[in-house]
């Protein structure tokens, strides 16, 4: 989604929350957003009653009440949600993107994980909130003009669990060439009543790492 960097920090190695800031222009006009995570097996046990907190936290609170209220039309399918996610990001130089919309279709507790090579020669992902991806990459989408469109799919669902393996070409204009190309992996749940985006993690396409052939021009899976 937002292409990662050409190298990870060592930072970024040791597992850093969040990448340095880029420090030529290079640099930065790489460090742009572009969106196959592990999914971590959880245990629900039942806990003895305590006493009534005085407030409560925010994972407490649904999701619902702590993100913009979103259209329904945008989560209320696998296609929308997606859609709605590049749309957000999406625009010309100088104009402001959308970010509640893309608040409004991301779980608050998402994050989003651009990976990379290290200087060191190894490989590294970084991992940022819902806000502090808007912080970083948001100015830099708005001054220098960002597209980024889907040109593949491929999607796995078991339940309202859902992995998509999403092919990406990014665009500084609606109507330019493509500067960039990788693959977005989002997971998505279905809560019974909305889609979710619970994660973006991402790779740029590099000429040794060219995206499947099998994965361009794939179809969409459309449903809740």
């Known amino acids: 989604m937002m292409h990662a960097p050409p190298s990870l920090s060592p930072r970024a190695a040791r597992g850093a929350a969040v990448a340095p800031r880029p420090r030529t222009s290079e640099s930065r006009a790489r460090w742009g957003p572009a969106l196959v995570a592990g999914l971590v097996a959880a245990s629900f046990v039942l806990l003895p ?3 009534a907190p005085s407030s409560l936290s925010a994972q407490q609170v649904p999701p619902s009440e702590r993100v913009p209220a979103p259209a329904p039309e945008d989560v209320a399918t696998i296609d929308a949600a997606v859609a709605a996610i590049y749309a957000a990001i999406s625009g010309p130089a100088g104009e402001p993107r959308d970010w509640d919309r893309f ?76 500067f960039a190309r990788g693959v977005n992996s989002f997971q998505l749940f279905w809560d019974g009543s909305r889609w979710w985006v619970m994660n973006i993690f991402w790779e740029q396409e590099t000429p040794e790492n060219p995206i499947p052939a099998d994965l361009i021009g794939a179809g969409n899976s459309d449903g809740p």
């Open 49 to 51: 009653a305590g006493p």
């Open 103 to 178: 608040r409004s279709v991301m779980h608050p507790d998402a994050r989003l994980i651009p990976t990379g090579p290290t200087p060191a020669g190894g490989r590294a992902a970084n991992f940022w909130t819902v806000e502090e991806y808007i912080e970083r990459a948001g100015p830099q989408l708005e001054a220098g003009g960002f597209f980024e469109n889907e040109i593949g799919r491929r999607t796995d669902r078991y339940g309202g669990v859902v992995h998509l393996m999403s092919a990406y070409e990014s665009l500084r204009t609606a109507d330019g060439e493509p």
